[in-house]
């Protein structure tokens, strides 16, 4: 291969973007763009849309494995499935879920069959799971403390039934499982967020500590609190020290609150696998239906992460949402009903047995302690 | 505070002043003007407070002998056309504020004589307050102390205890509010801390009976509130008599009882409710008494550090243990341990909350020696990321293995 | 008079406690103490209490003047009425309100007549205005900046059938009025708590202010940072300042939140009448009821009050109260409707016109700004 | 990141990999690691990880010639035996991620030739990604080039774009997504902003067509959302036909309003919604549609300053005003409007939501040269005393003038 000229290369940073929606839509979309007026469910993963022009397409969901990851096989597969009984196109949801289109409902159930066919469930609609979120961990990346595609596999065996509607579900429900606090996964403004933890504050590695540091010089000329991984740490819990020549990172563990944001910058932080685990926390929502848009709250600050089976964390998700399933009203969300109950008796029928918990302190390294203030109503037995 | 801008002059201001006041004597509403006009108290001065937007008064001093506590003297300020002066006490209420007419009697007559005639029956702490004239301030002293009662309660002190009428008067009574509230006034340390001024700032102690809080203990820097454990008490078969009767409608009961605790069993018309659940409301109690009651295993649980401002603003007491009904003793000696800390390190004007929010409540815990007790839920965060302690995380562990099984 | 021997007047430090409940109680209530096993309520002001020996007590609600004022003579007046139809005793409700004891149900009705016939309402139980409490503010109080008692006869004199029952409300209500943050009154965790505020930052009489700080020696000795005034201020709006021989005390307005701990403090803290006003907050509870007990939320943060009417206060009051009996369930307290509806949704109702409030910093002196970080649904028209 | 101890020695740690990769096939949900196996991806690596509990994956580089953004590349930690390489692209989805068959086939061959046959078919952010072969990466940019796209989007940059599907396939569309989404993309800024990272921490724009936010702009750093102004639409000849079908019951739309806008006339049958109180929750609409559809007003809502973490912790966006839907070159300037001071003063590693909290909102719109709009109340303060501006106060004069005529 000989490299082009460089002038075509420098081209590169005028980027190629893909935005004419005429190359992309197909033809049967673009006909009807903005003219929809109606939709039916036909079961809980076939959406019918029926335009002002009477014409209709047909949507198939289906959930695709952890990460929505996809070989270029199935993918060759998917497409043909879609020339043989759609319209020729698919889509990729913003969740990692994939939609067949189709024109007619029985093409739309010949996809269903076929892709059930290759393993892949059809469902994801109303009041079911609609899938669950996972970032790439322990699949590309250098920050993640559990590897949230196979909590995802985990969590998906054990609630399939809710994907496919076998089972239902009060509304809808969807989980995000991130590899570490970066929260790849969307954070935490969804029903159920799993969020990967340290444990504990991060332990420094000297001897790769100077890569992510300026040149010695350099450094000598910037105040210490200047520093770049000294400005990451929210909290102060990082500081440097120069000892004549030496410069040394210290950590204070008290003012840690494993945050990451330094390993998320420097390679040298590094954790001990004994004492990682996750956080799980409920009743997010980006909508604005029910109560609105909310972020989720910490029920379990902390569980392990064994793989493969992750039970702990598979436990307390099924009881959470039986718990839901059994004292929600019909279409209400976890963060309605918790909303409508209260977070002290949500806590108290998933059964937390805490004497102490977080005090809420909205954003980290505000004066106060990051403690339980213990309310009497709470305590009642 | 010095004279509002614009003041019309002296005698232009007491008319105005007089207009104020006649204002305020119409209307239905009882009106403390009319009452105030059948006193000796300076009126002119409040009615010159009520033209000029300021308060009238200023800070003076009237000292008596011993008396650390409980007086207040004011004088007019130099704004106030005829000046004036004024001196109260804060006098101790009798238990649960029983006033037997030959007791009422005296203090009018005492009001009288050495004083203006004038009576704040009850402050908002629960003391009684008798504005009196200066120059008989050491006779009312003695006359108050004669025929039972006494003057104090006010600067960095332990204030006036308030207490619920409880068992004198309530059927919802879980301990015995008035006997613990005598049982305070009796220990030495709590006199000598009504008597002399010494902490970092006031103190507060308030007994309610139940969890209704009437006495408002919730805002009170030591709080007792009776409680029991469980599920209310239900009499099944009075129950269903009110059910018949339409006094009780058993489904509303299930819906309004805010810890879902209520199930309401058609069939066989029995209302079963889930103690472990039951945030002790009073909802089903208030609605069904007697049919519903408390449950019989009291216990009294103290609240630590409300407030309604000190230095971080408004808080209500947080939970620190339970105690039993029938150990008042134990709560005034918790009371003094709750004391100790903050009177050791406190910053002048610091209530006992301020406090514990400044050096966090599980170290204050550990600086009373005592145990985390109760859950604490009460304020999630939304951080899904904090370094937790071994212990606390092999609870978790725990709970994810119980759920697993 | 000649003044008693000194050791005698030294016996003052041991306190009479009137606590002998023997000498106080009434032989009825001795005789059935802890023994009441059921209520009946007759109408809004009187209660029958039946105890297990069968005996009965019937207690007569009354309302006097705000801050709960008597003069001598009323209080003769109520004895002789107690001798005459109760049973020879009184009691002060802890808010302030009188109840009359009988023996009968006809007794408790001639003490209605009476006590009515003297202008004092019967009243104040059930789901009616409990009362109104009142601080004692420009009647004896040096740091009132409003008058609280004038404003309680304003509201009471509109709110009158709420008392007695003519009118009835959704569930009980109870309003605090102060005279200034002190907020003696009893604070905010009540229905409707209004508070008087200086509405600026306070002016320093200079000429005063050394009756405020220890001697000059003392003083200097003392760190800048530990005298008393500047310790008292909570958010470090005042510090001192030595110029030569000269101290100044130096207020930053920006971080003056209105404390008013400085005034409460020391008198040369003075304020100008024109900025004065109350704030008006809503939804406090102390029991345990509903939703349990809460702190009341800032509703109206400023509000002038302009007696004798003191309309702007009253208005307020009144659409706080019909909206509150338009929307709410039976049995419902302020606190709990706020809850059920949303704050959002109750702002609106109100009429509350402003496109900015506060943030909500639970305490003073945070690093954040105390202001308004505003949510798209609360946006929404 | 070090060796995790007790590490078995290298064959028995593979063998142990494969049992955890093999347990990972079983189960109903798709398996990753059965899509995995039909590739050239490294699974041992991934499957030591999963032994360790530490992510195998060390940092590396991928340096592409004018490609600044986008190229992330890993190296297998030390401790894994045989080592191994990843490296991969953020590539540009298409509008509403619509994937023709031909397109998406040409991707399946480009990443069979010059990657591992490997895709995540979207990143959380809304990337398609593909993971190829270092030695590849200049030939794969061109050839992305040629067929559409292109590879960028990460760093200290404006983000790969997202918007929801809207009038594509979706009813409820208030704006037009998709148009704004090219429309973002044919700015000059913010194709330089994708190409080359220099604002102090990342910048994301997410944009959803109707407040059920499926493009979940509530957490972008700049998000849009549709939105219209009163009450929804309502065609009652054709609700009442629903609601004579039992498909909707009149009482339920009432009772689940949570702004409590909807009264139905049960004389007349008609569903009265007032505008002026609906808070846009979309549920009577989505269960009534579409006899019940949003109003014709339409505006689109910019949020700013979401975010999951940054500095202070998770956030969602504040509102900031309102657009018109068929502007879209105004939200474009309005982006860039709002990362100016950001950029300019923001600490390293600030998200815009960050900065807005140290600068606090108010200031924040004085340096945008913007007046505060909506209704600010959703976080109302505890605390009864503050220090207000006039400005500020008379429109509480005002209000309580209004309300007392
Ligand atoms: C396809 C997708 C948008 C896209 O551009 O890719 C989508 C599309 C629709 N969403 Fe969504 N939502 C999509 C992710 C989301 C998200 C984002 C997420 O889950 O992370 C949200 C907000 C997050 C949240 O849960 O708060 C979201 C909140 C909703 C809601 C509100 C649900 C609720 O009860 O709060 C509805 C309304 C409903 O379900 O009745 C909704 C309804 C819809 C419907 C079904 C509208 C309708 O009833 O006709 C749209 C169907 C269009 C279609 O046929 O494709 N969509 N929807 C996304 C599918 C994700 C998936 O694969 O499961
Ligand atoms: C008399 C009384 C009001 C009334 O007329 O009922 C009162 C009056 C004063 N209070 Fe109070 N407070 C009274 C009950 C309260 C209450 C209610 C309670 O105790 O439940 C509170 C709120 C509860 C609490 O303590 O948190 C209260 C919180 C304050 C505060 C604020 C304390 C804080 O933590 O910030 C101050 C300011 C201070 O301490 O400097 C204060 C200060 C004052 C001063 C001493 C201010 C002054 O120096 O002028 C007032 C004296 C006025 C006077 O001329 O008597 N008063 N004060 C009440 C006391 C009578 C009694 O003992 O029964
Ligand atoms: C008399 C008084 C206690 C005292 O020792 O003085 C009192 C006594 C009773 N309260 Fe109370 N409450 C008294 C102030 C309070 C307060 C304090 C306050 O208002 O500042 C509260 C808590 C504050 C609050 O509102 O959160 C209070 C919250 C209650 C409640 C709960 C109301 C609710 O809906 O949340 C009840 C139950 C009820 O009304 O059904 C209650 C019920 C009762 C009853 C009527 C119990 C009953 O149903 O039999 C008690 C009657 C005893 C009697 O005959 O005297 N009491 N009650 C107080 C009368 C004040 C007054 O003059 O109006
Ligand atoms: C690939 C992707 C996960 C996935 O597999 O889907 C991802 C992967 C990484 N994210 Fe992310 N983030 C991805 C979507 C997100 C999202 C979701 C979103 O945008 O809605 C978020 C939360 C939303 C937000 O930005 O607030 C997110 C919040 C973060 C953060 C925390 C940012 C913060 O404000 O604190 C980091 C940490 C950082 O920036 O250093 C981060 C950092 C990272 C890094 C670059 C960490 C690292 O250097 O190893 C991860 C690279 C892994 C890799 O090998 O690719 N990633 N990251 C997603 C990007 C694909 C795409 O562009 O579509
Ligand atoms: S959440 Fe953490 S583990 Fe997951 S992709 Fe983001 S940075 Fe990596
Ligand atoms: S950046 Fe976060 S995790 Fe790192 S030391 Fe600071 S607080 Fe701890
Ligand atoms: S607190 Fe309880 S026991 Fe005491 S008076 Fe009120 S209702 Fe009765
Ligand atoms: S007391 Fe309250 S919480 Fe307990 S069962 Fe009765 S209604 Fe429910
Ligand atoms: S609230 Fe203020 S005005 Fe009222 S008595 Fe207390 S200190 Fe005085
Ligand atoms: S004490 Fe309060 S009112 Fe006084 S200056 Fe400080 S903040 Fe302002
Ligand atoms: S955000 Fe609204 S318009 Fe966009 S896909 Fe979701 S429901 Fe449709
Ligand atoms: S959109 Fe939501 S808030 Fe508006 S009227 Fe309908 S249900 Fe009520």
Redesign the pocket.
């Known amino acids: 291969m000989t490299a082009p000229a460089k002038p075509a290369k420098a081209e590169r940073l005028n980027k190629v973007f893909p935005v004419d929606l005429d190359k992309y839509l197909p033809e049967l979309l673009k006909r009807n763009y903005g003219r929809w007026v109606d939709r039916r469910f036909h079961g809980y993963g076939i959406i019918e849309h029926v335009s002002e022009t009477g014409e209709r397409v047909f949507t198939v969901k289906v959930a695709l494995p952890p990460n929505a990851r996809l070989s270029a096989d199935t993918a060759e597969k998917f497409a043909d499935i879609a020339d043989r009984h759609g319209i020729g196109a698919i889509r990729i949801t913003m969740a990692g879920n994939i939609e067949f289109l189709a024109d007619s409902l029985e093409a739309a159930q010949r996809i269903r069959e076929e892709v059930e066919g290759m393993g892949f469930p059809v469902g994801g609609w109303g009041p079911t799971l609609w899938g669950i979120n996972s970032c790439t961990a322990f699949l590309t990346c250098t920050t993640a403390v559990v590897d949230s595609p196979s909590i995802t596999k985990a969590l998906g065996d054990q609630l399939y039934e809710y994907f496919t509607g076998e089972k239902t579900l009060p509304a809808k429900l969807r989980i995000y499982v991130s590899g570490c606090p970066a929260m790849c996964a969307g954070g935490t403004g969804i029903d159920i967020a799993i969020v990967g933890q340290w444990g504990a504050p991060p332990k420094i590695r000297e001897e790769i500590l100077s890569l992510c540091l300026p040149p010695p010089k350099a450094l000598a000329r910037i105040p210490e609190s200047q520093v770049f991984l000294v400005q990451v740490c929210p909290t102060g819990a990082l500081t440097l020290r120069r000892e004549g020549d030496k410069i040394r990172l210290l950590l204070v563990p008290e003012k840690c609150i494993n945050c990451a944001r330094c390993k998320e910058n420097c390679d040298a932080f590094d954790y001990d696998p004994e004492n990682v685990g996750v956080a799980i926390l409920v009743g997010g929502k980006y909508s604005n239906t029910g109560v609105g848009r909310r972020l989720a709250r910490v029920l379990v600050p902390w569980v392990p992460a064994v793989p493969p089976h992750y039970r702990e964390i598979t436990a307390i998700v099924r009881r959470i949402i039986d718990v839901w399933r059994e004292h929600a009203r019909e279409g209400e969300r976890l963060a309605d009903m918790i909303d409508r109950i209260g977070w002290g008796t949500f806590v108290d029928l998933v059964g937390v047995p805490v004497s102490s918990m977080h005090y809420d302190r909205l954003f980290a390294g505000t004066r106060w302690k990051d403690e339980a203030y213990p309310s009497l109503r709470d305590a009642l037995r | 505070m010095a004279a509002p801008p614009d003041l019309p002059p002296p005698e232009e201001l007491l008319r105005r002043a007089d207009e104020m006041l006649k204002h305020f004597e119409g209307g239905r509403w009882p009106s403390h003007v009319s009452e105030l006009r059948r006193t000796g108290y300076p009126l002119h001065v409040y009615g010159v407070g009520l033209v000029a937007r300021k308060s009238p008064w200023g800070p003076s001093t009237a000292p008596v002998q011993f008396v650390n506590t409980g007086v207040l003297a004011r004088v007019a300020r130099e704004w106030v056309p005829g000046r004036g002066e004024e001196v109260h006490f804060r006098v101790f209420h009798t238990p649960?504020?029983f006033l037997p007419t030959s007791f009422l009697k005296k203090l009018a007559e005492l009001s009288k004589k050495l004083g203006v005639g004038l009576l704040e029956v009850v402050g908002q702490t629960g003391a009684l307050v008798i504005n009196l004239r200066k120059e008989h301030a050491e006779q009312l002293v003695d006359e108050l102390r004669a025929i039972g009662t006494d003057v104090g309660g006010s600067g960095d002190a332990i204030r006036a205890l308030n207490?619920?009428?409880?068992p004198a008067?309530?059927?919802?009574a879980l301990f015995d509010t008035l006997a613990w509230y005598a049982e305070f006034h009796r220990d030495k340390r709590v006199n000598d801390a009504i008597a002399t001024p010494g902490f970092p700032y006031k103190f507060k102690i308030k007994l309610s009976g139940c969890p209704?809080?009437?006495?408002?203990a919730n805002r009170a820097d030591f709080g007792l509130i009776g409680i029991w454990e469980g599920a209310p008490e239900v009499d099944q078969e009075a129950l269903r008599r009110k059910v018949e009767a339409g006094e009780v409608d058993p489904r509303r009961l299930e819906e309004r009882c805010p810890s879902r605790a209520i199930t309401w069993d058609e069939k066989s018309g029995t209302l079963i409710i889930n103690g472990e659940r039951c945030r002790k409301s009073?909802n089903c109690i208030?609605s069904a008494?007697p049919a519903i009651r408390p449950g019989r295993k009291k216990k009294v649980a103290v609240l630590v550090g409300g407030g309604v401002k000190g230095r971080f603003g408004p808080k209500l007491g947080w939970f620190l243990t339970m105690l039993d009904p029938d150990k008042p003793r134990d709560a005034v000696g918790l009371a003094f341990k709750v004391i100790e800390p903050w009177d050791r390190e406190g910053v002048p004007k610091d209530r006992l909350g301020d406090y514990i929010l400044k050096v966090g409540f599980t170290e204050f815990l550990r600086r009373l020696g005592m145990e985390a007790s109760g859950r604490h839920v009460a304020n999630p965060t939304y951080i899904p990321y904090k370094v937790l302690q071994k212990e606390e995380r092999d609870k978790f562990l725990k709970l994810s293995e119980e759920l697993g099984r």
């Open positions: 649960g504020k207490a619920c009428v409880g008067l309530c059927e919802f209704m809080d009437c006495a408002r009073m208030r008494f």
